[in-house]
């Protein structure tokens, strides 16, 4: 996809270990429904009980933003103070003209098992979908205004749906051992809708893409590396080490060298725009579907599901 020259405008940095606060009330991502494609394929214990809400730390080092998503008591599924938390950091990072590259990363034993299903359907029924806060970048680059610099991701446990979207959005990926991966949208009634369409498409080949979206089948982080999904490989518990090591070098590379190359690699995909941008309609689409409705009855219910195609 293209991106747009953005007018940067220093923000205050922050030197210590700070939050942005966020609640399900303050606003979501740009589109709407960009990211429920991924939320009933989220709570894979089949429990439907809500978890308090998240939060996202952010922590500066030099040139380089930690970015940390805060929820493990809710096997860090993506609810709507993640969101904005992730999509504010990110504007920071795109404007703050002493940060060069963002790590995202998650504090607790997954990564991030999906969306938080109840929460984003109830911040989109208050009105709080679409975000009013105009410093706010799409944490799944799904529309403008696009991040002009790089983001490395260290991932640990699951990252489900949502979650493997967010790694795939990433342009550097690192993987604990026990990192699993898996788009499993169609078997919940809807497809995904964070961006995996295109992405894993891209990235793994039509086949691989196909095998996984289309059956809902997990892999894990021999199968991602192998694939060319994520670009190294650690033991438990190291993975974030080695997402700040890399993340160090791109710090310590000349800026405008850096941001020029993301700008010419996303010309080669400007086609990709359009089909982004059309994820969110089609998603909203689908969602009014009965399938997808027979999903969320059969997760509440814990039952398998009966789709009938309509």
């Given at each position: 996809?293209t991106?747009?020259?953005?007018?940067?405008?220093?923000?205050?940095?922050?030197?210590r270990?700070?939050?942005i606060?966020?609640?399900?009330?303050?606003g979501v991502f740009?589109?709407?429904l960009?990211l429920a494609?991924?939320?009933?394929?989220q709570?894979?214990?089949?429990a439907?009980?809500?978890?308090?809400?998240?939060?996202?730390?952010?922590?500066?080092?030099?040139?380089?933003?930690?970015?940390?998503?805060?929820?493990?008591?809710?096997q860090?599924?993506?609810?709507?103070?993640?969101?904005?938390?992730?999509?504010k950091?990110y504007?920071?990072?795109?404007h703050?003209d002493?940060?060069?590259?963002a790590?995202l990363?998650?504090?607790?034993p997954?990564?991030c098992?999906?969306?938080?299903?109840?929460?984003?359907?109830?911040?989109?029924?208050s009105?709080?979908?679409?975000?009013?806060?105009?410093?706010?970048?799409?944490?799944?680059?799904?529309?403008?205004?696009?991040?002009?610099?790089p983001?490395?991701?260290?991932?640990?446990?699951?990252?489900?749906?949502?979650?493997d979207?967010?790694?795939m959005?990433?342009?550097i990926?690192?993987?604990?051992?026990?990192?699993v991966?898996?788009?499993?949208?169609?078997t919940h009634?809807?497809?995904?809708?964070?961006g995996?369409?295109l992405?894993l498409?891209?990235?793994?080949?039509w086949?691989?893409?196909?095998?996984?979206?289309l059956?809902g089948?997990e892999?894990?982080a021999?199968?991602?590396?192998?694939?060319?999904?994520?670009?190294?490989?650690?033991?438990p518990g190291?993975q974030?080490?080695?997402a700040?090591?890399?993340?160090?070098?791109?710090?310590?590379?000349?800026?405008l060298g850096?941001?020029?190359t993301?700008?010419?690699?996303?010309q080669a995909?400007?086609g990709?725009?359009?089909?982004?941008?059309?994820i969110?309609?089609?998603?909203?689409k689908?969602?009014?579907?009965?399938?997808?409705?027979?999903a969320?009855?059969a997760?509440?219910?814990?039952?398998?599901p009966?789709?009938?195609?309509q």
């Amino acid at each position: 996809m293209t991106h747009e020259n953005q007018q940067k405008r220093p923000s205050a940095g922050v030197d210590r270990r700070d939050l942005i606060a966020t609640a399900a009330g303050a606003g979501v991502f740009a589109s709407g429904l960009s990211l429920a494609g991924s939320t009933l394929a989220q709570d894979n214990s089949g429990a439907a009980t809500a978890a308090a809400p998240g939060r996202v730390v952010v922590e500066r080092r030099a040139g380089v933003l930690l970015v940390g998503m805060d929820r493990p008591h809710g096997q860090n599924r993506f609810d709507p103070a993640m969101i904005i938390g992730v999509g504010k950091a990110y504007y920071q990072l795109e404007h703050d003209d002493g940060l060069q590259v963002a790590v995202l990363h998650s504090l607790g034993p997954d990564f991030c098992n999906g969306l938080d299903v109840p929460a984003y359907v109830a911040a989109q029924a208050s009105g709080v979908l679409p975000p009013k806060d105009p410093e706010f970048i799409n944490p799944l680059g799904l529309r403008p205004p696009y991040r002009t610099k790089p983001v490395v991701v260290a991932v640990q446990g699951r990252a489900m749906s949502v979650g493997d979207e967010l790694v795939m959005s990433a342009d550097i990926r690192v993987a604990s051992r026990d990192a699993v991966f898996g788009q499993l949208e169609v078997t919940h009634g809807v497809f995904p809708g964070g961006g995996a369409t295109l992405r894993l498409t891209r990235e793994a080949g039509w086949g691989n893409a196909m095998y996984h979206m289309l059956t809902g089948e997990e892999w894990d982080a021999t199968e991602a590396h192998r694939l060319g999904l994520v670009q190294a490989i650690t033991a438990p518990g190291k993975q974030l080490e080695r997402a700040i090591e890399i993340a160090t070098k791109i710090a310590a590379a000349a800026p405008l060298g850096v941001r020029a190359t993301l700008a010419s690699a996303h010309q080669a995909l400007a086609g990709e725009e359009a089909a982004l941008l059309a994820i969110a309609p089609a998603f909203a689409k689908i969602l009014q579907s009965e399938d997808a409705r027979e999903a969320l009855r059969a997760q509440a219910d814990h039952r398998s599901p009966v789709y009938r195609g309509q």
